[in-house]
């Protein structure tokens, strides 16, 4: 998750790497990991990856427009050229499938495939087709998440996600998806962290369109969860076959001491991360805390809308990534306290998987109809170069073994978890960090777009061979 700090580019701390170098990869024995059906795979986003911003008729996004704007990214970075995977696709899904990876978990750019008047724009259709039926012919699971933040620009100069017909909009772009692509899909995610693009986008302003102001997030939040309510009959109707669910960032928030207001901190912590959204899809209400936390901003919900967004879900995406410790701020909030001396990442998160299995456990409690769980998103960037054409990136080894090992004692503890994607596929444009935060399990050199393999992922797919083999 690009979080609040995505403004404060120097403030890293130094990265402890708590693991072994010696790390095997390779899950225990036991592990609930081993079994077939636990579906393995890795995930990229079209605004990240695929470049070709004005090729074949695609729109401007509000990703665009941000970037373009001076202080916005770190570097100035933007995302056009990216890893050039519009033009690359081919050896990029060749390359997937050498790794042995099951899934493919990949976003539609809205503004590549709708023209302003939401007629089909037919040229950026046929590279997700081609790419999607290459998917299929090579036995990969494909999860499509339809909006990963590249909204087109047309839309948020009528208001974006503050304007309640953007839902609408959503609904018909999904429907023609569906009609579209139907039988190349095996799982649709309407969304992809509502939660970045309400709060991030219009909440702190670190992300596209860059708005700031409490209020406008939780109006967003409304609008885009109500886009996914209306999304889910209409992909449901048109793709009867496929899976439909959306995708949440969640967070762990755990509290500076014993202190009651503390303990409060870290519970409002989590509201605001996790129950924001969850409780909404799952419960079909807000969380009253929520406006305790931010008095007075109330969206404007219309009769109907909570039980539009409340439809049943196949299943739920969630994207984990790290702990925060908080404390009360002396007022109705929290703030944060970072830990000294913890193992931290090159985005200066703390490395944390017991925070990934207590919200799975957690979650479980708390929601009686949670549906089953896919982790469509974990991982970590470091500061990985080639050296003799490779890539030693033993934290990231050592931190997805951490974070499959919390997978698995969930999975133990009754949450119903399917399966599990890397995040990411190969380096990419990490959103306001630009290309200087690589995340990738593959290795990207910008100046030539060659990609090498990282040991994890050859470590990956090591035991993805090696669970294959198994009779
Ligand atoms: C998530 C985003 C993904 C990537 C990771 C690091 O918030 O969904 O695109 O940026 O964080």
Redesign the pocket.
């Known amino acids: ?3 609040d700090a995505s403004a404060a580019f120097d403030t890293l701390s130094p990265a402890v790497f708590k693991g072994s170098l010696a790390d095997p990869f390779t899950p225990p024995a036991d592990s609930s990991l081993w079994r077939k059906n636990f579906l393995f795979g890795a ?1 990229t ?1 079209s605004y ?1 990856i695929e470049g070709a911003v004005d090729e074949d008729g695609r729109l401007p996004s509000i990703w665009d427009t941000f970037s373009a704007t001076p202080g916005k990214v770190l570097a100035g970075d933007t995302g056009a050229v990216a890893c050039d995977h519009y033009h690359r696709w081919e050896a990029d899904i060749d390359m997937l499938a050498s790794l042995g990876l099951e899934g493919y978990r990949l976003s539609i750019a809205w503004p590549r495939v709708m023209d302003a008047a939401g007629r089909p724009n037919r040229k950026g259709l046929d590279f997700y087709k081609r790419l999607l039926n290459r998917l299929k012919e090579k036995g990969i699971t494909s999860f499509v998440t339809l909006y ?2 590249d909204l087109p620009q047309h839309l948020e100069d009528r208001g974006g996600w503050l304007n309640r017909d953007t839902a609408y909009r959503f609904a018909d772009y999904a429907d023609l998806m569906s009609r579209e692509l139907a039988g190349t899909v095996d799982a649709w995610a309407t969304l ?2 509502p939660w ?1 693009s309400a709060y991030l986008g219009y909440g702190n302003g670190h992300h596209a369109p860059g708005l700031a102001n409490d209020r406008f997030a939780t109006q967003a939040m409304h609008h885009l969860l109500l886009a996914h309510g209306l999304a889910i009959p209409v992909l449901r109707g048109n793709d009867p076959a496929s899976q439909k669910g959306i ?1 949440a ?1 969640i967070g762990r928030g755990t509290a500076n001491s014993d202190s009651a207001a503390d303990q409060r901190a870290a519970h409002l912590f989590e509201v605001q991360h996790n129950a924001w959204i969850l409780d909404p899809l799952l419960k079909g209400e807000y969380p009253q805390d929520l406006f305790e936390l931010w008095p007075g901003t109330e969206p404007l919900v219309l009769d109907g809308d909570m039980q539009t967004i409340a439809a049943p879900l196949d299943f739920l995406g969630i ?1 984990y ?1 790290f702990r925060t410790n908080v404390a009360s701020d002396g007022a109705h909030g929290f703030r944060d306290v970072p830990l000294e001396g913890v193992e931290r990442t090159q ?1 200066g998160w703390e490395v944390y998987p017991d925070g990934l299995r207590d919200l799975l456990t957690g979650f479980k409690k708390t929601y009686r109809n949670l549906p089953p769980i896919y982790i469509t ?1 974990n ?1 970590m ?1 470091s500061d990985d170069k080639v050296i003799d054409g490779h890539v030693d990136d033993a934290q990231r080894i050592s931190f997805l073994k951490r974070h499959l090992a919390a997978v698995d004692q969930a999975i133990k503890a009754g949450v119903d978890v399917r399966g599990y994607f890397l ?2 596929l190969m380096d990419n444009f ?2 306001a960090f630009g290309y200087e ?1 690589r ?1 990738g399990v593959v290795h990207v050199d910008y100046s030539t777009q060659k990609r090498t393999v990282k040991r994890s992922a050859e470590l990956a797919a090591k035991f993805l061979k090696e669970r294959k083999a198994r009779v």
């Open positions: 998750m690009a979080n995930a986003a990240q990963h933040w992809n962290e970045c995708v960032n994207n990534y985005m998103e991982g960037a995040w990411s990490e959103w935060r995340f």
